[in-house]
């Protein structure tokens, strides 16, 4: 059953005071004028019969406009006025009227009046009355000044609530935007549904115990930590990561973005900061979850050419201070995520404030086999599909790419109309994500239809006959995203490379310009994206790895991200020069090594390359057939 919020059935709203005042005003008017009595209306004519008749005792003639008959005794008792005697609604108000007219001219009124009442021998008690509606003029006075003041409070009631978008900020724009998640929330996430990860889970569950069992920990003398940094690539977990501990721990979990300490007033980033940390500590123990810290926790000092005023400086300040300094509660423990842990500043990376720095990283095998259960569960599934062939098909995916995988699989196979989601499917699924949208319908000449599939065939002739080069899975010439054509390759996950087998790889890539060169004794621009991965590959084995005999054992590789040595290189003019010969010769070695290569197997890459034109996709079975089974066998990877 699904926790209901409890409701306050003795709410009040202030509009009910507003609708108080306005009912009793016209409560007021009403009583206090003529409104109150039911009196029936008549004409002159009629009048002066009744005054003929004897029926008329008396009259009030009200502001030389209205006239108010009261009848005698005997005359209300008669058939014709039974039906005008008349009883007020405030029974102390006094004898109401039974007639009432207007006429037009005061003075021929009364003459005539006269005249009957003397022809009649008749005696009519005249009164002239003025009646002022006192409190009416007053409203109908006041009643701009009534309108403004209430236009007002309503105005300012909606610019100091926080839910009415920009101008709603005004009064509360120094308040904290975070969001409060407690046991009773609907936060159901736990661990049980954060699939691999098990490191950065261990390190997680301990921070929830910290705060469920404090006396555990603190009675040897230890101090609960204050603070634990998510670092990884996007994708990987993180922030699932904080959603599972708030479902885990029983205590409040205030959760924002850093962006949300960013404002454009001054000030307003350290006010919300120590909004958030009196919160935090009102409720304690609890924790208060930033994502995206990098918005805020940049270094300091750094890109600040502009001489701009340092609001998120302050505010990075105020995070400091309240985390590690005079007054802070140890029980509120601090939990952040970034991709971005290079630009951090080192004051908030140091012990006391993020006193760990928890590592989530690209799932490996196994723990993308757990994250395609994870999310495997709630699709259709057909027989055919294999869980570990689906791990072993997306290396380097991470848990948010998986979890695509599978929802573009489960639409796929609903676009072909099937009952359950197939093998199939989930490798179009892969290929669709990695190579982008197919496009059949795009206008290629045979000409080029021809050069892609020489360039293509290159490059699986190529990897086909290196060691080191990533096993091929299938080669097609169907354009797909920006491409005319592409090669799939199962890279095998390494923790270190080797300079053989980077060497092998920029052969491989190399291959597809190689094949044109040998085939038409042309190149074109179809190997842009090749020649940029080999030069980022070449120079980063001589700057960055140091695996140039040249260079030497000498790294320019700057782990604070690239601000260390501002604009000046790190090297003089002459290693510049030798550092652009070395890597343009070895991507030149691998040039002429994949034409050579290519030269030997030239007749079989031809016939790959038709085979490639007339089924417009292969495999590694059609490669088999060709070229004949790898003579390189594949090493087992023992684990540790």
Same mark, same amino acid.
């Given at each position: 059953m699904k926790n209901k919020k409890p409701q306050n059935k003795n709410s009040f709203n202030q509009y009910w005071i507003y609708g108080g005042i306005i009912f009793m005003f016209l %409560?007021? @008017?009403?009583?206090?004028g003529s409104a109150g009595s039911d009196t029936s209306s008549t004409t002159p004519s009629k009048f002066f019969e009744y005054v003929k008749d004897g029926d008329v005792e008396k009259i009030d003639i009200i502001n030389k406009r209205q006239v108010k008959v009261f009848l005698? =005794? $005997? *005359?209300?008792? =008669?058939?014709?006025?039974?039906? !005008?005697?008349?009883? !007020?609604?405030?029974p102390l108000s006094g004898r109401s009227a039974n007639y009432k007219f207007e006429f037009g001219d005061l003075q021929n009124f009364e003459n005539n009046l006269a005249t009957i009442s003397k022809e009649n021998n008749i005696i009519v008690e005249t009164n002239y009355v003025t009646e002022q509606n006192m409190l009416?003029?007053? /409203? /109908?006075?006041? %009643?701009?000044f009534i309108l403004i003041i209430a236009i007002w409070i309503f105005i300012m009631r909606r610019m100091s609530s926080s839910a009415g978008g920009a101008g709603g900020q005004i009064f509360s724009i120094g308040k904290s935007k975070a969001k409060l998640f407690d046991a009773k929330s609907d936060m159901k996430i736990t661990f049980k549904d954060v699939a691999g990860l098990e490191g950065a889970k261990e390190e997680v569950q301990e921070i929830v115990d910290f705060l469920k069992n404090p006396k555990k920990y603190t009675a040897l003398g230890g101090k609960i930590p204050k603070g634990a940094l998510l670092? &990884? *690539?996007?994708?990987? &977990? =993180?922030?699932l990561l904080a959603k599972a501990v708030a479902g885990e721990a029983k205590v409040p979990f205030y959760s924002l973005s850093g962006s949300d300490f960013v404002e454009m007033f001054v000030g307003v980033g350290a006010s919300r900061v120590r909004d958030l940390f009196k919160q935090a500590k009102e409720k304690s123990p609890s924790i208060v979850f930033i994502d995206e810290i990098d918005a805020i926790g940049r270094a300091r000092g750094k890109s600040n050419f502009t001489g701009s005023n340092d609001e998120r400086e302050n505010t990075l300040n105020q995070l400091l201070t309240e985390m590690d300094g005079f007054g802070t509660n140890t029980n509120v423990i601090v939990v952040a995520a970034t991709n971005r842990a290079d630009v951090l500043d080192k004051a908030l990376m140091r012990a006391g404030r993020f006193d760990r720095q928890i590592y989530v990283d690209l799932p490996d095998i196994r723990e993308r086999k757990k994250i395609f259960e994870v999310h495997l569960r709630p699709l259709k599934k057909a027989s055919s599909v294999d869980v570990d062939f689906l791990s072993k098909q997306t290396p380097g995916f991470s848990g948010a790419d998986i979890a695509n995988v599978c929802n573009e699989a489960a639409l796929i196979a609903a676009r072909k109309n099937k009952k359950s989601v197939g093998k199939q499917d989930f490798l179009d699924a892969v290929d669709r994500i990695v190579g982008g949208l197919e496009k059949k319908n795009k206008i290629i000449t045979e000409d080029e239809k021809q050069a892609v599939a020489y360039h293509e065939a290159g490059h699986a002739t190529v990897s086909w006959m290196l060691e080191h080069a990533s096993p091929l899975v299938k080669v097609t010439i169907v354009p797909r995203g920006k491409s005319l054509g592409a090669a799939w390759y199962l890279p095998e996950e390494r923790l270190i490379v080797r300079p053989e087998q980077m060497l092998d790889e920029m052969c491989a890539a190399l291959g597809g310009r190689a094949a044109? +060169?040998?085939?038409? @004794? +042309?190149?074109s621009t179809g190997a842009l994206s090749d020649l940029e991965k080999v030069t980022k590959q070449a120079r980063a084995m001589v700057t960055v790895y140091g695996l140039n005999d040249k260079v030497g054992n000498l790294?320019?590789? $700057?782990?604070? @991200? &690239? @601000?260390?040595y501002g604009f000046t290189k790190p090297y003089s003019e002459q290693t510049a020069e030798t550092i652009d010969k070395e890597i343009s010769l070895i991507i030149e070695n691998q040039y002429k090594r994949a034409l050579s290569i290519l030269k030997k197997n030239k007749k079989k890459l031809i016939q790959l390359a038709e085979l490639l034109l +007339? =089924?417009?996709v292969i495999f590694k079975d059609n490669l088999e057939e060709i070229f004949g089974k790898r003579p390189f066998k594949k090493k087992e990877n023992k684990t540790i």
């Open positions: %409560l007021m @008017n009403f009583f206090s005698t =005794k $005997d *005359a209300q008792l =008669k058939d014709i006025h039974r039906n !005008t005697v008349s009883s !007020t609604l405030l009416g003029d007053i /409203i /109908i006075s006041l %009643l701009p670092i &990884g *690539a996007p994708g990987t &977990g =993180k922030t044109e +060169k040998v085939i038409f @004794n +042309k190149i790294t320019y590789y $700057d782990s604070s @991200n &690239g @601000n260390e +007339k =089924k417009e």
